[in-house]
């Protein structure tokens, strides 16, 4: 059968087998069913809409909240023979007025659109004269109020069940925490649809995270021991830090470049291409950059700061190694960032609930960061799955030492108690170190018998024994009190000696080893192979500048590993790999069958 999904697949996507749920969601909306689908980035979830938007007649209405992107993805699609085009605010009047006549034509299989413009009456009026196949509403979680990537006019967009009952409508998120999902249910009216949800689980993300010194510089040696040459994404909090951190970058032989909202839109759009469309750029930005990014090869994701939530978080780290193959989420994260943090929500001009929600968020945060047990069994528990220690994060691959912490715990609560549960940590570790400040001394906090108490243990010491006690709940950070530290009703038990306390041994932070260039992608491959995966990326740079799109949407990194493994003879050989369709066989096999034979 010509048309069916797995024909489609195969044919013109050029892979074998549908993965996961991907077959039931594409046969449940390719029959007219709602869907609400809850994967991971990088499993798969386009193909859950573009493949029953070929499969169905009429046009396939994508709804994607960045316009920067529309371009890449429409693009992609077009190497592989599929008619695709976008609607936004980029077009020219006549651009427009000729993408809307084919629209309504149904000469177009696909149409991306904003969903600003598709709640325009103009598009909607479009629409309800077209052929339509379905609706895909991607990145679903933007209608989450309480959520990381709000955007307002999701909301709206239960018009689709209203003006288009008889449409097919399928929803699409990463980010699957219970709330998030009930929300998406209720306000797209998505009542009646079937829940298509799996595991959140990316196993080929290794998590790290390490304790905040000097943050740019632990980057730098982040960078040059395991990425040296690597497209990767650095978050950070402020617009200011994320300017000085690729200028610092660049300084160092690092092509890096800046993106955040105080940026020109024409700055940002220019530096998000370069980020798409060259090899080994690194981009520093704020949580403005990276919603829907499609680059597959991003083999990291730094954060110089402590996310918001795990969801932020895993929205994040998320967008590294979307082709499957090695990438690193690493963070460095300090004391400073869990004051800072706490700041910001408690100065917001939310209400009480909103406070309430986004402090539990933070906590749960922290408590992922301060976990001495395998950092991806916090994450996936945070979402509502069991699971067991991957083996490939931190903590699991170089497990901490849990030591008796309570005698320095009862130290700290003793001196945050007797120094009045007002002053932040950096004075009260002063104390604690018997640190004659003259702060220490205007407070006459010499008189103290908590004074030099903990002068065995650094400075940096303490502050991680602070970062813990505040995780375990233990103390907590009050702005009311200008940041001070105040003890919980937790507290109290540790005091009195009733509650043992354990810590992770403390251990100076280690530079990032060097090492080879490229391991991540290459470290499986014969040394054979890899001189010939290095030349057919440079093929594939070449042929992406020819053609105008990036490099990633001639091929993906993991399918030039297999062509270098396998060395196809011939047309047929090379059909067999994945990432191959009839499209691309044509109009590149020839090419690289000729340079393996070089």
């Given at each position: 059968m010509k048309?069916?999904?797995?024909?489609?697949?195969?044919?013109?996507?050029?892979y074998?087998?549908?993965?996961g749920h991907?077959?039931?969601?594409?046969?449940?909306v390719?029959?007219?069913?709602d869907a609400?689908?809850?994967?991971?980035?990088?499993?798969?979830?386009?193909?859950?809409?573009q493949?029953?938007?070929?499969?169905?007649d009429g046009?396939?209405?994508?709804?994607s909240?960045?316009i920067?992107?529309?371009?890449?993805?429409?693009?992609?699609?077009?190497?592989?023979?599929?008619?695709?085009?976008?609607?936004?605010s980029?077009?020219?009047a006549?651009?427009?007025a000729?993408?809307?006549q084919?629209v309504r034509?149904?000469?177009?299989?696909m149409v991306?659109v904003?969903?600003?413009?598709?709640l325009?009456?103009?598009?909607l009026t479009?629409?309800?004269h077209?052929?339509?196949?379905?609706?895909a509403?991607d990145?679903?979680?933007?209608v989450?109020q309480?959520g990381?990537?709000?955007?307002p006019?999701?909301?709206?967009?239960?018009?689709?069940h209203?003006?288009?009952?008889?449409?097919?409508?399928?929803?699409?998120?990463?980010?699957?925490?219970?709330q998030?999902?009930?929300?998406?249910?209720?306000?797209?009216?998505l009542?009646?649809?079937?829940?298509?949800?799996?595991?959140v689980?990316?196993?080929?993300?290794?998590?790290?995270?390490v304790?905040k010194?000097?943050?740019?510089?632990q980057?730098?040696?982040?960078?040059?021991?395991e990425?040296?040459?690597?497209?990767g994404?650095?978050?950070?909090?402020s617009?200011k830090k994320?300017?000085e951190?690729?200028?610092?970058?660049?300084?160092q032989g690092?092509?890096?470049?800046p993106?955040?909202?105080?940026?020109?839109?024409?700055?940002r759009?220019?530096n998000?291409?370069r980020?798409?469309?060259?090899?080994?750029?690194v981009i520093?930005?704020?949580?403005?950059?990276?919603?829907?990014?499609d680059?597959p090869?991003?083999?990291f994701?730094?954060?110089l700061d402590?996310?918001?939530?795990?969801?932020?978080?895993?929205?994040?780290?998320?967008r590294?190694?979307?082709?499957?193959?090695p990438?690193?989420?690493?963070?460095?994260?300090?004391?400073?960032?869990v004051?800072?943090?706490?700041?910001?929500?408690?100065?917001?001009?939310?209400?009480?609930?909103?406070k309430?929600?986004?402090?539990?968020?933070l906590?749960a945060m922290?408590?992922?960061?301060?976990?001495s047990d395998c950092?991806r069994?916090?994450?996936l528990?945070y979402?509502?799955?069991?699971?067991?220690?991957?083996?490939?994060?931190?903590?699991?691959l170089?497990?901490?030492?849990?030591?008796?912490?309570t005698?320095?715990?009862?130290q700290?609560?003793s001196?945050?108690?007797?120094?009045g549960?007002?002053?932040?940590?950096?004075?009260?570790?002063d104390?604690l170190?018997?640190?004659?400040t003259?702060?220490?001394l205007?407070?006459?906090?010499?008189?103290?018998s908590?004074?030099?108490?903990?002068?065995?243990?650094?400075a940096?010491e303490?502050?991680?024994i602070?970062?813990?006690?505040?995780?375990?709940?233990?103390?907590l950070?009050?702005h009311?009190?200008?940041?001070?530290l105040r003890?919980?009703?937790?507290?109290?038990?540790?005091?009195?000696?009733a509650?043992?306390?354990?810590?992770?041994?403390w251990?100076?932070a280690e530079?990032?080893?060097?090492?080879?260039?490229?391991s991540?992608?290459?470290?499986?491959?014969?040394m054979?192979?890899?001189s010939?995966f290095?030349?057919?990326?440079?093929w594939r740079?070449?042929?992406?500048?020819?053609h105008?799109?990036?490099?990633y949407?001639?091929?993906?990194?993991?399918?030039?590993?297999?062509?270098?493994?396998?060395?196809?003879?011939s047309l047929?050989?090379?059909r067999g790999i994945a990432?191959?369709?009839e499209?691309k066989l044509d109009a590149y096999g020839?090419?690289?069958?000729?340079?393996?034979?070089?």
């Open positions: 048309n069916s999904p797995l024909h489609i697949l195969q044919s013109i996507f050029g074998p087998a549908f993965r991907q077959a039931e969601v594409i046969d449940h390719a029959a007219g069913g609400l689908v809850l994967m991971p980035t990088g499993s798969g979830k386009s193909l859950c809409y493949v029953p938007s070929l499969v169905r046009v396939g209405v994508v709804v909240p960045l920067a992107l529309m371009q890449d993805q429409v693009a992609a699609l077009a190497e592989l023979g599929v008619r695709a085009a976008f609607l936004n980029t077009l020219s006549a651009e427009a000729r993408t809307e084919m034509h149904g000469e177009l299989d991306y904003a969903p600003e413009r598709l325009t009456d103009r598009c479009l629409l309800e077209s052929p339509l196949a379905l609706f509403i990145e679903a979680h933007c989450s309480w990381h990537d709000f955007r006019e999701y909301i709206q967009l239960s018009v689709l209203e003006r288009f009952p008889h449409v097919p409508r399928i929803a699409l998120t990463a980010t699957a925490d219970r998030t999902r009930a929300e998406i249910i209720a306000r797209l009216q009542q009646e649809a079937r829940v298509f949800a799996t595991s689980d990316r196993p080929n993300i290794r998590y790290r995270v304790e010194a000097t943050a740019r510089t980057l730098l040696h982040f960078i040059r021991g990425h040296d040459g690597d497209a994404i650095v978050y950070c909090l617009r994320v300017e951190t690729a200028e610092f970058l660049e300084s690092i092509s890096a470049l993106y955040h909202a105080g940026m020109t839109a024409a700055s759009q220019k998000q291409q980020f798409q469309r060259e090899d080994g750029v520093v930005a704020t949580i403005a950059f990276g919603m829907g990014i680059k090869d991003v083999r994701v730094a954060h402590l996310p918001k939530s795990i969801e932020g978080y895993y929205q994040e780290t998320g590294a190694g979307r082709d499957g193959l990438a690193n989420a690493w963070m460095t994260y300090g004391l400073q960032d004051v800072q943090l706490r700041r910001m929500i408690d100065e917001s001009e939310g209400d009480d609930d909103y309430r929600i986004q402090i539990a968020k906590d922290l408590g992922f960061c301060e976990t950092r069994v916090r994450m528990a979402f509502g799955e069991q699971s067991t220690p991957c083996g490939n994060c931190d903590t699991c170089n497990p901490p030492v849990s030591v008796d912490g005698i320095a715990m009862q700290l609560l001196c945050i108690a007797r120094t549960q007002r002053f932040g940590a950096m004075h009260v570790i104390v170190l018997g640190a004659e003259d702060k220490v205007h407070w006459r906090h010499t008189e103290l908590t004074f030099g108490i903990g002068r065995e243990r650094p940096q303490w502050r991680a602070v970062r813990q006690g505040i995780a375990m709940g233990f103390m950070v009050d009311d009190q200008f940041g001070g003890l919980t009703s937790a507290a109290r038990a540790v005091l009195s000696g509650q043992r306390v354990q810590l992770r041994e251990h100076k530079r990032a080893k060097k090492t080879k260039r490229g991540l992608v290459t470290a499986d491959l014969p054979e192979s890899v010939v290095e030349r057919l990326r440079a740079r070449d042929t992406a500048l020819e105008g799109v990036p490099a949407v001639i091929f993906h990194d993991a399918t030039l590993k297999e062509i270098a493994r396998s060395r196809p003879a047929n050989d090379l990432g191959v369709g499209r020839a090419q690289i069958l000729l340079l393996l034979a070089g």
